[in-house]
Each structure stands twice: as structure tokens, then as C-alpha cells.
């Protein structure tokens, strides 16, 4: 019994020394492991060191603390980390880890002198955690070369190849400083900071609760100072596999999009200023962000940024980045975007927009109302059609390739950035009046280019407008008891290149209280090459056009009533007698044309009778008898106006 009890004691006490012995070889190898690790950092040129190490074999816990590399490539940058500890970690490979979770403290990451603009910036996270992490246990070759954009690269390489259910930061504080540049200084920091499934650079959702702001501003005259903050900023579906493509030369050549963000949204959002400034932003989205490898290359933009930020940029260094900054709009793309109930208070006033919206090309402002120098603006909605920002500033940038005017074939370039532009609902004061200006609609629509010029478009206005009694021209109205002019106008013209027919239809006009006139106009033989900004082409190719048939058609609600008083008052008589008068002239007047001309008889009793009456219609087409060249009816129409008439048969008609 005594021997076997000896036994026992032995076995445990071998089994004991054999566990510390197995737990130190396994601690000795994690140490060897990390070392092995912190000597390739520094086998390229920089420095890197850890303090203790530790491996607890039963939980299979690896700890190491006070962590400090510094690049040998990017020397103006440090990471320091006061302790990692790892739970659960097993190797899954020669060259890959996995652990349950990973405990990161005390992370602080300074760059010094960074960029063409030489910012100072700090990263500080007091606490990282990673649940169920796999990732490479060595990081791969940093590049030697010190170009940030091979740094992104390579930062976005090794976070693309770490899994994980989940990271979260309670918080992350990025501070700058822009030294004797005019960026100021700053300090973001955001909080409640989480990202859900992290795989091959993919990312199903992020989100931080709160990022607040603080930055002195740098300006001229007196500082300022800006704080704001950030509420539930969100994002779903992120991958950096779409940046690292856009960042590698090998890539260059790919025309495809790959899609960086599905969805980002935020709010609400609000930011002061000393100065007495506030905004305030209910919150925004975008959707479905893409870019385009083959134009979005921000290597380019980074190379073009001049490197002294106080020298002025030349002409052709400005031209230079637009031109590469056009490039990069280009190769992205956005769904959709959209600002909502924006608020932005200063001592003036408060102005408020309900919206910003930017889909499918077109760009909106929505729900203005602000104050103005003589009164308080309302817009109801502004937008542009097929808005491109990248065409928007390749044509800024050809206007400025030369130092003198733009040509009249530049100018008309803007006809390639949009296709039309819209305003409704705007109440407005006019001028310092108590009078409002109101517009219902105001639409510009054109298209069918040809060269830089329009072959087809439309124009619609639906406004009320006071009249002004400091215009002479419209003063016959404000004695009439005319105070405002109601315009609703309807204009159409459009080229046909199968058949050469230019129409100018419709062409309606409506003054409201005044008059309504419609007209239908066409010209027949219009070749292409006429739609040019060369004059002199122009004129030559003028000269095969033919006039087609005129109609003109006017209703009079109020503009006959208001003519006879103007000539009652003129000649101080009664307005029975001016109205006589008148048709007497008119009829005087036409015998002298009828002589030669029997169809302007018709014309000239129509038109007797518009006035003779008020309240009637007056219709008159006038119809080519034969082929009339437009540049000889103009000419005619100077010289012999007469004779121009009698190229046309003439049909005219009154009625209520």
C-alpha cells in the first residue's frame, strides 16, 4: 500500500512538472513567434517593439503589451498599443490565426507632416474588441516607396484579409492640426463605434451613435470656432475591395463599376459657430455608390495638388486638377442622395430647405423659405436636368484653356452639361416694394444637339409680376389701373433633319388681363449645317431656307380698352371718339396697301373690326404663294414691305 501511495505521489508530481514544463515550451514558442513577427517589421528598415509576452495554455489566452512600431517607410507616422490580449487564439495555418476574441487597449496612432499640406493627425481608441477574428499572423511588406497611395493600399490589403463577427470601439478620437497652413485645427470623436461581419473586405454593417466636432478655424480678420454634432450614422454593405481596385495601377484598365457603399445614412446633425452661425440638418442618405477604376484615380489628384499650399496656383496647374478632378467624377457614381430638413441660423434670420435631392441625373432644391435684403423668398422646388458634375466641370475647365473670352462655341458647351432646368413656387418681394413676385413655373427643356446647339426645346413661364411704376414702358398700364401682369407663356420650336422643317409651335403667350397671343411659324429646307456658331457658314447655308405659312392668332381681354384710353387721354377726347379714330386710321391706312395688294383688304377689315369691338379674336394666315427664300423676304421686308406682303395670300377673321 505504501509503495503505491509513493507511486501516486510520483505520477502527480511528474504530471505536474511536466505541465509547467509544457505550458513554458508553449509560452517560450508564442514568444518566439511574436518576435518572429516584430523582426520582420524591422527587417525593412524600421522599428518596431513589445514588451512582456505571455501564453496561458488552459484558456489559451495570448497576451502582449506595451506595443511600438514605427515604419521605416512612412517615418513621420507611430503606432503605439499599450496591451493586446487574445482568447482562444489557435493557428490555423502556417500563416494564419484565429481567436474568439481579441482585446485591444490603448491605441494611438500619430502621423506628422502628412500630405502636400503637411497635417499633423492622431487616431486614439481606448478600447477594440474582436469576436470570432481569423487573419494572417504575420502583416505583409510595407511599401518602400513612402507614397500614400501605395500606404492605403496596403493599410486596405491587410484589412481585407481579416474576418470577424463583429469590432467594437466605445470610442474613436481623430485630432489635426494644420501647423502654419489656413486648415486650423480640430478634434472629431465619435462613440458607440461597431462594425457587423468583416469578411474579405466586406462589410454587411457599421454604425457609430454620436461624432462630435470641434474645430478653430483659421481665417482673416477675426478666428472662429466650430462645433457640431453627428447622430446614428450608418452603413450597410461596404467593401474595400472596390477602393484597393481603384488604388492599384494593374487596375487601370478596368471600365466595370464596383460598388463601394450600398447604403450611408446619418442624422440628425448640427454645427455652431462663434460667430453666431447654426445649422441644423434633420439627415441625409446616399445610395448604391460606385466607382470606376479606369477614371477614379486618386493617385492623379494626389500627384496634381501642388506642394507649396501658400503659392497660387497658375492658370495651368488649376486647369491641370480640374481636368484630373472631372476624371474622378467620372468614375463615380451615385444612386441616390439626399439632405432633409435643413435649417441654418444667423443673426439676419433663420432660412430653411426641406430637401436636397440628387437621383437619375437630377439635382432638386425643395422647400425654400428665407430671408432676403427686401423681404422674406419662398421656392417651392429648383432643379436641374441630367446635372453631370464631371460635364459641369470639363466645360469650366475648356472656358479657361485660353486667356482671353470663351468663344461663342464654348459658351454654348453648357447645352452639354444639362438638359433642361425647372423653378416653381416662388414668392418673392420685388424690389423694395411691398409687392410680390410670384411664379408658378418657369421650365426650360432642349435637346437634339447638334454640335454644341439645340435643334429642339421648350420654354413654359407661369408667373404674376407687379408692375413698376419707375419703367416708362409700363406706365399706360399703371394709369389704365393695371397693377400687375399675369404671364403664362408656351413656346416650342423644334428642327426635323428628315424633311428640313423647322416649326416654331406652340407659341402661345397670355397676359392675362391684357391679351392672349398664339402664333404657328415654319421654314421649310433647314439644312444641318446651319445650326452653327460660325456666322459666316450660317449665312451661307441661310440662303436655301424657305418660308412657310404664318398664323397669327390674338384674343383681346383688355389691351384694345386700354390702347383707346391711352389715345383718349393723348387727344383729350372721349373714349367713343378715340376708339373711331382709330378704326378710321386703321382703315386709311389700309386702302393705301389694298391698292396694290387686294388680299390686305381682308386683313385691314379684320383688324378694323378687332378694334372696333372690344373683347373679339383676330386671325390672320398668311400662306407663300410660291417658293420664298427667307433672306429675300427679310430683305424685302426692309426695303419694299409692300411687295414682301404680296408674296403671301392672305385669309383674316374676327369673332367673339
Avoid: C
Wanted: proline share 5%.
Amino acid at each position: 500500500m505504501k509503495r503505491i501511495l509513493i507511486g501516486l505521489i510520483l505520477a502527480a508530481v511528474l504530471g505536474v512538472s511536466g505541465w509547467f514544463g509544457f505550458n513554458l515550451y508553449v509560452q517560450h514558442r508564442a514568444t518566439a513567434e511574436v518576435e518572429a513577427a516584430f523582426e520582420q517589421m524591422r527587417s525593412g528598415g524600421g522599428k518596431a517593439s513589445h514588451g512582456k509576452v505571455t501564453f496561458d495554455l488552459m484558456t489559451r489566452t495570448l497576451t502582449i503589451e506595451d506595443i511600438a512600431v514605427t515604419p521605416s517607410s512612412q517615418p513621420q507616422a507611430q503606432v503605439k498599443i499599450a496591451g493586446i490580449k487574445g482568447t482562444g487564439v489557435r493557428q490555423i495555418d502556417d500563416t494564419r490565426i484565429s481567436a474568439d476574441s481579441i482585446d485591444i487597449t490603448g491605441i494611438d496612432v500619430a502621423l506628422d507632416q502628412v500630405g502636400p499640406a503637411k497635417v499633423k493627425a492622431s487616431y486614439k481608441i481606448p478600447q477594440l474588441t474582436m469576436r470570432d477574428y481569423a487573419g494572417p499572423f504575420r502583416t505583409g511588406t510595407a511599401p518602400a516607396n513612402g507614397s500614400l497611395i501605395d500606404l492605403y493600399r496596403y493599410v486596405l490589403g491587410q484589412y481585407a484579409s481579416v474576418t470577424a463577427s463583429s469590432l467594437t470601439a466605445p470610442a474613436l478620437t481623430m485630432s489635426f492640426e494644420s501647423g502654419g497652413g489656413s486648415g486650423g485645427s480640430g478634434e472629431v470623436t465619435y462613440s458607440g463605434l461597431t462594425i457587423q461581419n468583416l469578411k474579405h473586405g466586406k462589410i454587411d454593417a457599421m454604425k457609430a451613435d454620436r461624432a462630435a466636432t470641434s474645430v478653430d478655424v483659421k481665417q482673416p480678420g477675426k478666428p472662429d470656432k466650430l462645433t457640431g454634432e453627428l447622430s446614428n450614422v450608418i452603413v450597410n454593405d461596404f467593401d474595400a475591395t472596390a477602393i484597393i481596385a481603384v488604388l492599384d495601377p494593374q487596375t487601370s484598365s478596368d471600365e466595370t463599376y464596383h460598388r463601394v457603399y450600398r447604403h450611408v445614412s446619418a442624422g440628425p446633425y448640427t454645427l455652431k459657430s462663434a460667430q453666431g452661425m447654426r445649422l441644423d440638418i434633420d439627415g441625409f442618405v446616399m445610395e448604391d455608390i460606385d466607382v470606376q477604376p479606369t477614371k477614379f484615380r486618386l493617385a492623379e489628384i494626389f500627384a496634381a495638388l501642388p506642394q507649396n499650399q501658400s503659392a497660387v496656383p497658375t492658370p495651368a496647374q488649376s486647369r491641370e486638377l480640374m481636368e484630373k478632378l472631372t476624371g474622378v467624377y467620372e468614375g463615380l457614381r451615385i444612386g441616390r442622395a439626399e439632405v432633409s430638413a435643413i435649417s441654418i441660423g444667423t443673426p439676419q434670420g433663420t432660412g430653411r430647405v426641406n430637401a436636397i435631392r440628387y437621383r437619375e441625373g437630377e439635382f432638386a432644391i425643395e422647400g425654400v423659405d428665407t430671408p432676403a435684403p427686401q423681404g422674406q423668398f419662398k421656392m417651392e422646388r429648383f432643379a436641374l436636368k441630367s446635372f453631370s458634375a464631371a460635364n459641369l466641370m470639363r466645360w469650366a475647365a475648356n472656358l479657361s484653356k485660353h486667356e482671353q473670352p470663351p468663344s461663342p462655341e464654348e459658351m454654348l458647351g453648357l447645352f452639354r452639361v444639362l438638359e433642361g432646368a425647372e423653378i416653381k413656387g416662388v414668392v418673392a418681394p420685388h424690389k423694395n416694394t411691398r409687392q410680390l413676385v410670384t411664379i408658378d413655373t418657369i421650365s426650360l427643356n432642349w435637346g437634339q444637339l447638334i454640335g454644341s446647339i439645340p435643334s429642339k426645346a421648350n420654354l413654359v413661364v407661369k408667373m404674376v409680376a407687379p408692375t413698376d411704376p419707375s419703367n416708362p414702358a409700363q406706365r399706360p398700364l399703371i394709369m389704365a389701373g393695371v397693377d400687375k401682369l399675369a404671364i403664362d407663356l408656351d413656346l416650342g420650336a423644334a428642327w426635323t433633319e428628315s424633311s428640313g422643317a423647322f416649326a416654331l409651335a406652340p407659341a402661345t403667350i397670355d397676359l392675362g388681363n391684357l391679351a392672349k397671343a398664339q402664333a404657328r411659324f415654319a421654314l421649310a429646307n433647314v439644312p444641318r449645317s446651319l445650326f452653327t456658331t460660325d456666322p459666316v457658314q450660317a449665312m451661307g447655308q441661310a440662303a436655301q431656307v424657305e418660308t412657310g405659312a404664318l398664323e397669327l392668332s390674338l384674343r383681346d381681354s383688355g389691351v384694345v380698352d386700354l390702347v383707346v384710353a391711352q389715345f383718349s387721354r393723348m387727344q383729350n377726347v372721349s373714349r367713343d371718339a378715340a376708339r373711331s379714330a382709330i378704326v378710321e386710321m386703321i382703315r386709311a391706312q389700309g386702302e393705301k396697301i389694298a391698292a396694290s395688294n387686294a388680299d390686305a383688304r381682308v386683313a385691314v377689315d379684320a383688324l378694323a373690326g378687332f378694334v372696333g369691338t372690344s373683347g373679339q379674336t383676330l386671325t390672320i394666315k398668311l400662306t407663300p404663294r410660291a417658293k420664298v427664300p427667307l433672306m429675300q423676304l427679310m430683305q424685302l421686308s426692309q426695303s419694299d414691305p409692300e411687295s414682301a406682303l404680296a408674296q403671301f395670300r392672305i385669309e383674316a377673321s374676327t369673332g367673339l
